[in-house]
């Protein structure tokens, strides 16, 4: 009897082992099928944005390629470099890079203008360093250039003659809060075109590099004060060539738009 009731139990534990082996192997079987749809399908269902309907089911936008300068104006441009590092000098030549040829024509700055200006020339910078070291050489506008809209991308050619230098583009907010963003290293031959992107204010309107007030609805963008070369004090010695030419850039001028703006609001520019 006593025999009897021992295998009943064992006959007992086994099948509960055999049930709980099953169990997980059978659930785990059937997951998948829980899962409905393609890849795509998925990925789509967690908000991820569809590149070919950017801009037109988001904000409204009205995205132009600008010219910001030709560098056809002599003595817009100075050229800087501290007197105990070295001597630097800029003057306009004759040229103009086939890239840029080859690109369509930008529209003016400002709405409404129509400056007929034919690119004939580029602005070329020499510098006479004394000596080696992490010299900084200024390419700096007469004046500040503004930008209307919000600017999203800067672009500008050089010609950076294959050293290993840095070239930044200095910027002032809407603030008057200086900015400078870095457009690449010089190591190349001949003309390229550098591109930098503007990163987008902070959601405070306050920090970050800030294009437009919410109290302020007339007066957004930035200006572009000029240019920073960061030498490598191992290529700074010598003299150092360096060419620039058609600088643009890329605006959203959405808010600058006449019908934007109630016809009876006042603008603040008293």
């Excluded at 390629?65 to 030549?93: K, M, N, P, Y």
């Excluded at 510098?127 to 672009?155: D, M």
């Excluded at 920073?228 to 620039?244: H, L, S, T």
């Amino acid at each position: 009897m006593k025999k009897a009731i021992i295998v009943l139990l064992a006959l007992a534990a086994a099948a509960t082992l055999v049930f709980a082996q099953t169990a997980p192997a059978a659930s785990a079987g059937t997951a998948p099928a829980a899962s409905t749809g393609s890849p795509a399908a998925q990925k789509a269902d967690v908000g991820t944005p569809d590149a070919e309907k950017i801009g037109i089911d988001t904000a409204q936008t009205e995205l132009k390629e600008v010219s910001v300068d030709q560098f056809e104006e002599a003595g817009f441009w100075d050229a800087a470099i501290s007197s105990d590092e070295g001597v630097a000098t800029s003057r306009l030549f004759a040229g103009r890079p086939s890239g840029s040829a080859a690109e369509p024509v930008a529209d003016p700055r400002y709405k409404g203008t129509d400056p007929q200006i034919t690119p004939k020339f580029v602005l070329g910078v020499k510098t006479e360093f004394y000596s080696r070291g992490y010299n900084e050489i200024y390419v700096l506008a007469k004046r500040p250039i503004p930008i209307e809209g919000i600017t999203k991308t800067i672009t500008v050619w050089v010609a950076g003659r294959n050293y290993n230098h840095m070239l930044f583009v200095e910027l002032k907010d809407f603030f008057g809060n200086s900015f400078e963003l870095p457009m690449g290293k010089l190591n190349f031959s001949g003309w390229k075109k550098l591109s930098v992107a503007v990163p987008p204010q902070n959601p405070d309107g306050r920090t970050g590099i800030v294009q437009r007030n919410f109290h302020y609805t007339s007066h957004m963008g930035l200006k572009i004060i000029g240019f920073r070369i960061d030498c490598d004090p191992e290529e700074a010695f010598g003299i150092y060539y360096v060419y620039f030419d058609d600088l643009r850039a890329v605006t959203d001028l959405f808010a600058e738009d006449e019908t934007s703006r109630d016809k009876d609001d006042m603008a603040d520019t008293w």
